[in-house]
Nanobody, 124 residues
Framework: QLHLVESGGGLVQPGGSLRLSCAAS????????VGWYHQAPGKEREGVSC????????GYSDSVEGRFTISRDNSKNTVYLQMNRLTAEDTGVYFC?????????????????WGQGTQVTVPS
């Protein structure tokens, strides 16, 4: 089973950028799709982006389309989420998850591993 660790969160001013990383350890990362999720304060966790195991397919929710870019480097067992033009609505904890059943548009199908999350704060 994979073990996932997110990093790269922090405090950023509106309009700024951050790059989150999701580093995996364990066997079989390169046949797992990976999804990123956002949990805003007091709200439920929502999917924002997903990338296929090979990296050739990806999807984004409407709220991040055009601002966020997901990518992966299987040689480093890492998936990235480049976040640009951040707003206060992007504040929250970002989690990555991995699963072998691929993505349904921007949602991971059937996660079997989750990271612990990384906090992103964009003041209003």
């Amino acid at each position: 089973q994979l073990h996932l660790v997110e990093s790269g969160g922090g405090l950023v001013q509106p309009g700024g950028s951050l790059r989150l990383s999701c580093a995996a350890s364990g066997v079989g990362f390169d046949y797992h799709a990976v999804g990123w999720y956002h949990q805003a304060p007091g709200k439920e966790r929502e999917g924002v982006s997903c990338i296929s195991d090979s990296g050739d397919l990806s999807g984004y929710s409407d709220s991040v389309e055009g601002r966020f870019t997901i990518s992966r480097d299987n040689s480093k067992n890492t998936v990235y989420l480049q976040m640009n033009r951040l707003t206060a609505e992007d504040t929250g904890v970002y989690f990555c998850a991995a699963g072998v059943y691929g993505c349904a548009e921007y949602l991971l199908v059937g996660a079997d591993a989750w990271g612990q999350g990384t906090q992103v704060t964009v003041p209003s």
